[in-house]
């Protein structure tokens, strides 16, 4: 058994002939929160959903508990059983009610009971402050109420480790902090995360680990004092000056 | 009931056209006994022609299914097993594959030492289910494609295995999209179905052309095979409309 949660060696990762990973190599210990940024294109969705496999890698690990995600047949339903995953535009099931949104996975996937997954639904809606939503549809939500569910839906599967690609980009400026809320909560729970945003405050909030990301490679990474403080290359400064001006 | 929709139909037809040298309504006038008995005949064909479409509608829409499937896989050679199938068989006239068919298809049989007759009814069906599932297919495929990807990427980060993911995600939510241009698809079946005439199959054609032979009126014989035909349309088409409202409203509805 791996002492991480998440393990990358050398991974490259190729669309046609471009190359969208070179060599990313990063650990993630177990309730240890990760925060990656960098500019557009540079491939921080692409580093997220190839651990969950919704992208695979050409070469390079991946490991996930100690399991190697490309490994054989089944261990991809293996990891993605551990892994929960909140998208930037949630990607709720339009046709179902918040709770059948919420008890579609464990009752299909899982096996629990329609009993069991709808008591489990309501802790969780609880958890993201919504309760009172769960017969409404998504469409009937705001933005933050509908990220909010997409992570309560993720919850749901009990997962060990949750990543979360720029979840409050496509949201409006004033339900940003609601998200991040419940994302700190999570964070203080001890939940493992890796979390792909530019809210540089919640990143010094919560991360134990900065990772900056360009054209491809990690450029830098290390605990967020020292890299808010004083980063190394010029790449990462001049992103960072960037995006704290506003 | 039948009798004064089809004196109706008679009456507009018969609007503007004066010389009663050019049309003979006698031979389908409901009035008489023997207009009667023609006009029964003719429209007893209805209940195969309905026959015919729905079982090849069905068919059509299953082998659809298959046939989208493939479309919508990552692996290159899947999705060009779709597309021959759907230019191969959109490209076949339905007249030269119904004679493949049904006069075809038994030698093929025989060949394999199968002694399997191939009647009207199912040759019919047969050949009008193919020649339309490629249509089908087309209206799967497109429906299904406009679900985001995200949808299935959500369903498979919950784990959903790939038939849940069709069965719980994908499917309610493209068969909204579906539908309706799959139900507008039955009326071309409907139309299509005349073509089992020409292998003997009593439906509202054959029947009609039947009747000419033994009465030598044409005009007046498909001119009430026309609005036989129309009737039939215009309540598929009212139904497809009522459709797109039910499947609109529920989709503005969430
Ligand atoms: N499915 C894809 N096909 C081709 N190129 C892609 C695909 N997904 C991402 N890319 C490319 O890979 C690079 C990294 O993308 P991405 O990981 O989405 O960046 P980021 O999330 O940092 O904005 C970009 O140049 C993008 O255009
Ligand atoms: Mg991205």
Same mark, same amino acid.
């Given at each position: 058994?791996?002492?991480?949660?998440?393990?990358?060696?050398?991974?490259?990762?190729?669309?046609?002939?471009?190359?969208?990973?070179k060599?990313?190599?990063?650990?993630?210990?177990?309730?240890?929160?990760?925060?990656?940024?960098?500019?557009?294109?540079s491939?921080?969705?692409?580093?997220?959903?190839?651990?969950?496999?919704?992208?695979?890698?050409?070469?390079?690990?991946?490991?996930?508990?100690?399991?190697?995600?490309?490994?054989?047949?089944?261990?991809?339903?293996?990891?993605?059983?551990?892994?929960?995953?909140?998208?930037?535009?949630f990607?709720l099931?339009?046709?179902?009610?918040?709770?059948?949104?919420?008890?579609l996975?464990?009752?299909?996937?899982?096996?629990?009971?329609?009993?069991?997954?709808e008591?489990?639904?309501?802790?969780?809606?609880?958890?993201?402050?919504i309760?009172?939503?769960?017969?409404?549809?998504?469409?009937?939500?705001?933005?933050?109420?509908?990220?909010?569910?997409?992570?309560?839906?993720?919850?749901?599967?009990?997962?060990k480790?949750?990543?979360?690609?720029?979840?409050?980009?496509?949201?409006?400026p004033?339900?940003?902090?609601?998200?991040?809320?419940?994302?700190?909560?999570?964070?203080?729970?001890?939940?493992?995360?890796?979390?792909?945003?530019?809210?540089?405050?919640?990143?010094?909030?919560?991360?134990?680990?900065?990772?900056f990301?360009?054209?491809?490679?990690?450029?830098?990474?290390?605990?967020?004092?020292?890299?808010?403080?004083?980063?190394k290359?010029?790449?990462?400064?001049?992103?960072?000056?960037?995006?704290?001006?506003? | 009931?039948?009798?004064?929709?089809?004196?109706?139909?008679?009456?507009? =037809?018969?609007t503007?056209?004066?010389? $009663?040298? %050019?049309?003979?309504?006698?031979?389908?006038?409901?009035m %008489?006994p023997?207009?009667?008995?023609?006009?029964?005949?003719?429209?007893?064909?209805?209940?195969?022609t309905?026959?015919?479409?729905?079982i090849?509608?069905?068919?059509?829409?299953?082998?659809?299914?298959?046939?989208?499937?493939?479309?919508?896989a !990552?692996?290159?050679?899947?999705?060009?097993?779709?597309?021959i199938?759907? !230019?191969f068989?959109? $490209?076949?006239p339905?007249?030269?594959?119904?004679?493949?068919?049904?006069?075809g298809l038994? +030698?093929?049989?025989?060949?394999?030492?199968?002694n399997?007759?191939?009647e009207?009814?199912w040759?019919?069906?047969?050949?009008?289910?193919i $020649?339309?599932?490629?249509?089908?297919?087309?209206?799967?495929?497109?429906?299904?494609?406009?679900?985001?990807?995200?949808?299935? !990427?959500?369903?498979? %980060?919950?784990g959903?295995?790939?038939?849940?993911?069709?069965?719980?995600?994908?499917?309610?939510?493209?068969?909204?999209?579906? =539908?309706?241009?799959?139900?507008?698809q039955? +009326?071309?079946?409907?139309?299509?179905?005349?073509?089992?005439?020409?292998?003997?199959?009593?439906?509202?054609?054959?029947?009609?052309?039947? =009747?000419?032979?033994?009465e030598?009126?044409?005009? *007046?014989i498909?001119?009430?095979? +026309?609005? *036989?035909?129309?009737v039939?349309?215009l309540?598929? $088409?009212?139904?497809?409309?009522? =459709?797109?409202?039910?499947?609109?409203?529920?989709?503005?509805?969430?």
């Amino acid at each position: 058994m791996s002492q991480y949660a998440i393990e990358m060696i050398d991974v490259d990762k190729w669309f046609a002939d471009f190359q969208a990973l070179k060599r990313i190599n990063l650990t993630v210990a177990p309730g240890e929160r990760v925060v990656v940024c960098g500019p557009s294109g540079s491939g921080k969705s692409t580093v997220v959903r190839c651990i969950n496999q919704l992208e695979q890698h050409q070469s390079g690990t991946i490991r996930v508990n100690g399991v190697d995600v490309g490994s054989e047949a089944g261990a991809t339903a293996a990891v993605r059983a551990e892994v929960g995953m909140v998208f930037q535009q949630f990607n709720l099931f339009p046709h179902l009610s918040v709770m059948q949104n919420l008890t579609l996975g464990p009752m299909k996937a899982r096996g629990l009971s329609r009993a069991d997954a709808e008591e489990r639904a309501r802790k969780y809606l609880d958890r993201v402050r919504i309760p009172e939503q769960a017969d409404k549809r998504p469409g009937q939500l705001s933005g933050g109420q509908q990220q909010r569910v997409a992570i309560a839906r993720s919850l749901c599967m009990e997962p060990k480790v949750l990543l979360f690609d720029e979840p409050t980009s496509a949201l409006d400026p004033e339900m940003i902090s609601e998200v991040l809320d419940v994302m700190v909560e999570l964070a203080e729970e001890g939940m493992t995360m890796v979390v792909v945003t530019h809210e540089m405050g919640f990143a010094r909030k919560v991360a134990d680990k900065m990772v900056f990301m360009d054209d491809g490679e990690i450029v830098e990474h290390g605990p967020p004092q020292q890299f808010f403080e004083a980063p190394k290359s010029r790449r990462c400064q001049k992103f960072l000056s960037q995006i704290l001006q506003h | 009931m039948i009798r004064i929709a089809v004196l109706f139909s008679m009456l507009v =037809l018969v609007t503007g056209c004066s010389s $009663s040298a %050019t049309w003979g309504w006698y031979v389908i006038n409901p009035m %008489t006994p023997q207009g009667w008995v023609n006009v029964r005949f003719l429209i007893n064909g209805m209940g195969n022609t309905i026959l015919i479409s729905v079982i090849a509608a069905v068919i059509s829409i299953c082998l659809g299914l298959v046939v989208a499937l493939p479309a919508l896989a !990552e692996r290159r050679w899947l999705r060009i097993i779709n597309r021959i199938y759907v !230019e191969f068989v959109r $490209s076949i006239p339905l007249l030269p594959m119904l004679f493949w068919v049904f006069y075809g298809l038994p +030698i093929i049989f025989k060949s394999m030492g199968l002694n399997i007759p191939i009647e009207p009814f199912w040759g019919a069906i047969i050949t009008l289910a193919i $020649s339309d599932s490629a249509f089908t297919a087309e209206i799967f495929r497109g429906g299904i494609q406009s679900i985001a990807r995200g949808q299935t !990427e959500a369903a498979q %980060t919950v784990g959903l295995n790939y038939f849940q993911t069709m069965r719980y995600v994908i499917m309610p939510q493209a068969i909204r999209r579906i =539908l309706p241009p799959l139900a507008n698809q039955f +009326i071309y079946i409907v139309k299509m179905s005349a073509f089992a005439s020409v292998i003997g199959m009593q439906e509202l054609t054959r029947r009609a052309n039947e =009747l000419v032979v033994t009465e030598y009126r044409p005009l *007046e014989i498909y001119s009430l095979l +026309i609005v *036989e035909y129309l009737v039939l349309v215009l309540i598929i $088409s009212a139904g497809v409309r009522w =459709l797109e409202r039910r499947m609109g409203s529920d989709e503005r509805g969430r």
